[in-house]
């Protein structure tokens, strides 16, 4: 292998510091940086996302790198590259009609248009910039068709031999809103007699089709995308890709989820010392109105209010073990149903249950460092971010066992793990935590073990490198 650095053009919707609106905003916004500390002399790993409307500019000491246009249909899209860096990490924002006509970093009327635009634009700078990626790497539907265009320009010297590694955060989403984009830009159908007929003609099947390496982000998803289950009907065609899909979960970013000195908290604490748990744990039941009973658990959910999420799974169960004494605080907002459900749920049970449903970052950090028990019955679960989250901070999960969390939980050591997506699963597994939560010293056993796993970005790091090294041998 050659002494030069590995080129990486790491392609994302949104990232962390810059923009965030999910999940995929943490990992972009830390992966790229875990890399290129784990060795920078080796990975010159280059971020590439939208100029989002919403980015805000000031502050950012952008330089302007390039323009350029790009083919759609009979006509031409200009497109502008600024640059700046952060903690050593090159960032180019991409700016263009496409992308800054919508307000919104997701909007379904505009999407198809600005994502295949950004994922274009993104390759397209790399030949203006003359700096030939030996790897692009994309997450998701909004940059799927930069892998399915690399592989489409085999027979471009500059892009012959660049190998394509796609990371799949959330197969559910596939991007049906791309199809007339996608032919506009110039990119046909994927003829594949595997796949169902319209998968074809939608960016993420492409760049499954496409990629060399498919990532999907835990082991366990890794395999459930191969099973009618979870496949979405892509499964026969992803078995066919087996040899290509691994599993690596994401990180967490320990230097802003830590309980020793998060400015969230009313108290801070560490494994070492659990104490400030309490006070915040009554702080949060005096800010609630619920009972302060210190003997009580408290259970949490923090979540997007999605079937994904199993939230209407969750409120069941509850409404199964009123016999036992439990307070929940309950943070989220998204469905409507499920935010009625919520409510109703405090409305009948006022003295144990808070539904605060809205999106409240410090509140879900001062719930992450008060909760006994975190809830997370997901349907599916890629990865999930929040069960780490819940751990660092000394909150023991109680999980459906699927995708990221039965990887990242351990039943009985760290959590509870239920398998059936069922209320009364559910809620026989929040009898035996309850019951395990009235033995103190096995309990704090449980918070330090939970406290003291590895979720930092350099463990998932070190494996995307492999990957990478991997590739171009
Ligand atoms: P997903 O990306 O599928 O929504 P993850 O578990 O990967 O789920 O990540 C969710 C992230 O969003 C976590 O950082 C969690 O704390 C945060 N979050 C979710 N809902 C809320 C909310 N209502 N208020 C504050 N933070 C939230």
């Known amino acids: 292998m050659s002494s030069k650095p590995l080129k990486i053009l790491f392609l994302a919707s949104e990232a962390d510091p810059f923009i965030k609106v999910g999940g995929l905003g943490d990992v972009a916004g830390s992966l790229p940086y875990a890399l290129r500390a784990l060795r920078s002399e080796k990975l010159d790993v280059r971020l590439v996302i939208p100029f989002h409307a919403s980015i805000r500019a000031e502050g950012l000491s952008l330089i302007r790198e390039t323009v350029f246009t790009l083919r759609r249909g009979n006509g031409e899209v200009p497109a502008q590259?600024?640059?700046?860096?952060?903690?050593?990490?090159?960032?180019?924002?991409?700016?263009?009609?496409?992308?800054?006509?919508?307000?919104?970093?997701?909007?379904?009327?505009?999407?198809?248009?600005?994502?295949?635009?950004?994922?274009?634009?993104?390759?397209?700078?790399?030949?203006?910039?003359?700096?030939r990626p030996?790897?692009?790497?994309?997450?998701?539907?909004?940059?799927?068709?930069?892998?399915?265009?690399?592989?489409?320009?085999?027979?471009?010297?500059?892009?012959?031999?660049?190998?394509?590694?796609f990371s799949v955060h959330n197969l559910g989403y596939m991007g049906p809103e791309a199809e007339?984009?996608?032919?506009?830009?110039?990119?046909?159908?994927?003829?594949?007699?595997?796949y169902p007929a319209w998968a074809g003609r939608q960016p993420l099947p492409q760049a499954l089709w496409a990629a060399d390496s498919i990532v999907a982000v835990s082991p366990s998803y890794a395999q459930e995308i191969q099973t009618p289950e979870y496949g979405y009907g892509?499964?026969?065609?992803?078995?066919?890709?087996?040899?290509?899909?691994?599993?690596?979960?994401?990180?967490?970013?320990?230097?802003?989820?830590d309980?020793?000195?998060?400015?969230a908290l009313e108290a801070s604490f560490s494994a070492d010392d659990l104490s400030?748990?309490?006070?915040?744990?009554?702080?949060?039941?005096?800010?609630?109105?619920?009972?302060?009973h210190p003997e009580a658990p408290l259970l949490a959910m923090v979540t997007r209010m999605d079937y994904q999420k199993g939230v209407d799974i969750a409120l069941a169960a509850l409404r199964r073990v009123t016999d036992l004494p439990w307070q929940v605080i309950l943070l989220g907002t998204g469905n409507a149903e499920l935010e009625?459900?919520?409510?109703?749920?405090?409305?009948?049970?006022?003295?144990?249950?808070?539904?605060?449903?809205?999106?409240?970052?410090?509140?879900?950090?001062?719930?992450?460092?008060?909760?006994?028990?975190?809830?997370?019955?997901?349907?599916?679960?890629?990865?999930?971010?929040t069960q780490m989250i819940a751990m660092r901070y000394g909150s023991i999960p109680l999980a459906r066992a699927t995708g990221g969390l039965r990887d990242t939980i351990a039943d009985g050591?760290?959590?509870?793990?239920?398998?059936?997506?069922?209320?009364?699963?559910?809620?026989?597994?929040?009898?035996?935590?309850?019951?395990?939560?009235?033995?103190?010293?096995?309990?704090?056993?449980?918070?330090?073990?939970?406290?003291?796993?590895?979720?930092?970005?350099?463990?998932?790091?070190?494996?995307?490198?492999?990957l990478y090294y991997h590739l171009v041998q």
């Not at 506009?184 to 007699?193: H, Q």
């Open 413 to 466: 050591r760290t959590g509870f793990l239920f398998s059936d997506s069922s209320p009364h699963v559910m809620a026989a597994t929040l009898r035996r935590a309850l019951n395990t939560y009235q033995y103190r010293s096995k309990w704090q056993e449980m918070q330090h073990t939970a406290m003291f796993e590895d979720f930092s970005w350099e463990k998932s790091a070190f494996q995307y490198a492999d």
């Open 340 to 385: 009625a459900q919520a409510r109703r749920l405090e409305a009948d049970l006022p003295h144990r249950v808070a539904a605060a449903i809205r999106f409240d970052a410090k509140l879900s950090r001062q719930i992450y460092s008060a909760a006994d028990i975190f809830l997370m019955p997901s349907r599916y679960e890629p990865c999930g971010l």
């Open 276 to 292: 400030g748990r309490d006070i915040n744990k009554t702080t949060m039941q005096s800010n609630f109105g619920l009972t302060q």
């Open 180 to 194: 007339n984009a996608l032919l506009a830009y110039g990119l046909p159908p994927v003829e594949e007699p595997t």
């Open 259 to 263: 309980p020793c000195c998060d400015q």
């Open 81 to 131: 590259v600024f640059r700046t860096d952060i903690k050593g990490l090159p960032v180019y924002l991409i700016s263009g009609a496409p992308i800054t006509s919508s307000l919104k970093v997701y909007d379904p009327q505009a999407d198809g248009e600005k994502y295949t635009f950004f994922s274009l634009a993104a390759l397209e700078m790399a030949r203006h910039l003359d700096w």
């Open 234 to 257: 892509l499964e026969t065609f992803l078995q066919s890709r087996r040899a290509s899909i691994t599993g690596i979960v994401n990180g967490l970013d320990y230097s802003l989820w």
């Open 134 to 165: 030996d790897i692009v790497h994309a997450n998701d539907w909004h940059t799927a068709p930069a892998i399915y265009q690399v592989r489409r320009q085999q027979a471009d010297p500059f892009w012959a031999g660049v190998k394509t590694v």
